[in-house]
C-alpha cells in the first residue's frame, strides 16, 4: 500500500513565524502536490513537483514555497504565518502516467490542520 | 478557464440509491476521478473514468459523458459509513495535475 505521511496532524504557529510541514511517501512517486483545504473552496493547489529539486506553481503559490530535495519529501514552506493560511493542509504523490491510467490517482496524506495566531 | 461544479449538500436514507453529479469545464481534459473524503480524513480514491459510459465497482458507479462534459457517482444500498464528502476531480493530460471540485456532503440517515 502507499503510504504518504505529514509531520504533524494539528500545528499552531504565531503570526509571522516560519512554517515548515513535511510530507514522506513511501512508493518512490515522481509527482508530490500540497493542496490546502478550506470548507466551501474544496482543494487547491499550492505547489506541485514532478522530480527532484524541480517545482512549479499550483493555483495560490503566493505566501509559500517548497522544497525537494530528495524524491520521497516535498516540504512545504510558510516564509512568514499569516492568519489567512489557517487551513488544513494535505500532502500527495503520484506515479508518471502510465498504461494503467486507474493507477495513476494521487495519494493523499493525513492533512495537517495548521493555526496561525 | 477551468470549473467544477458539484452540489454542495445531499441526505438520503440508509439502504436507498444516490446520485451525485459532477459538471467540468477544463482544459487538456484527459478522465474524471472520484474521491471520498470522511471528516478529519486524508482523500481516497474511488473512481476513475477516461472512457464514455459507466463503471461498475461493488456498491460504487461512475458515469461519464466526454461530450456533455459531466459525470455522475452512484451509491446503492447506502449505510451509514457512507456519510462522507464526495470529490470529483479532472485530470489534464499527463495526469500531472487534478482539479478539484469544492465537493458534495452526503449525510446517510437511518
Known amino acids: 500500500d502507499v503510504k504518504v505521511t505529514q509531520s504533524s496532524r494539528y500545528l499552531v504557529k504565531r503570526t509571522g513565524e516560519k512554517v515548515f510541514l513535511e510530507c514522506v511517501q513511501d512508493m518512490d512517486h515522481e509527482n508530490m502536490f500540497w493542496y490546502r483545504q478550506d470548507p466551501g473552496l474544496g482543494l487547491r493547489l499550492i505547489y506541485f513537483s514532478y522530480d527532484v529539486k524541480m517545482k512549479e506553481k499550483g493555483d495560490i503559490p503566493e505566501g509559500y514555497s517548497v522544497s525537494r530535495e530528495k524524491k520521497e519529501r516535498f516540504s512545504l514552506i510558510l516564509e512568514s504565518a499569516s492568519t489567512n493560511q489557517t487551513s488544513m493542509y494535505l500532502c500527495a504523490s503520484s506515479p508518471l502516467p502510465g498504461v494503467a491510467a486507474s493507477t495513476d490517482t494521487q495519494y493523499f496524506g493525513p492533512g495537517t490542520r495548521l493555526t496561525v495566531l | 478557464g477551468q470549473n467544477i461544479d458539484q452540489p454542495t449538500e445531499m441526505t438520503a436514507t440508509e439502504g436507498a440509491i444516490v446520485q451525485i453529479n459532477c459538471t467540468y469545464q477544463?482544459?487538456?481534459?484527459?478522465?474524471l476521478f472520484w474521491y471520498q473524503q470522511h471528516a478529519g480524513e486524508a482523500p481516497t480514491f474511488l473512481s476513475y473514468?477516461?472512457?464514455?459510459g459507466l463503471e461498475e465497482k461493488g456498491r460504487f458507479s461512475s458515469f461519464l459523458s466526454r461530450s456533455k462534459g459531466y459525470s455522475y457517482l452512484l451509491l446503492k444500498e447506502l449505510q451509514m459509513k457512507d456519510s462522507a464528502s464526495y470529490l470529483c476531480?479532472?485530470?489534464?493530460?499527463?495526469?500531472?495535475?487534478?482539479?478539484f471540485g469544492t465537493g458534495t456532503r452526503l449525510l446517510v440517515s437511518p
Open positions: 476531480a479532472a485530470s489534464n493530460t499527463g495526469f500531472q495535475k487534478l482539479v
Open positions: 473514468n477516461v472512457l464514455d
Open positions: 477544463t482544459s487538456g481534459f484527459n478522465g
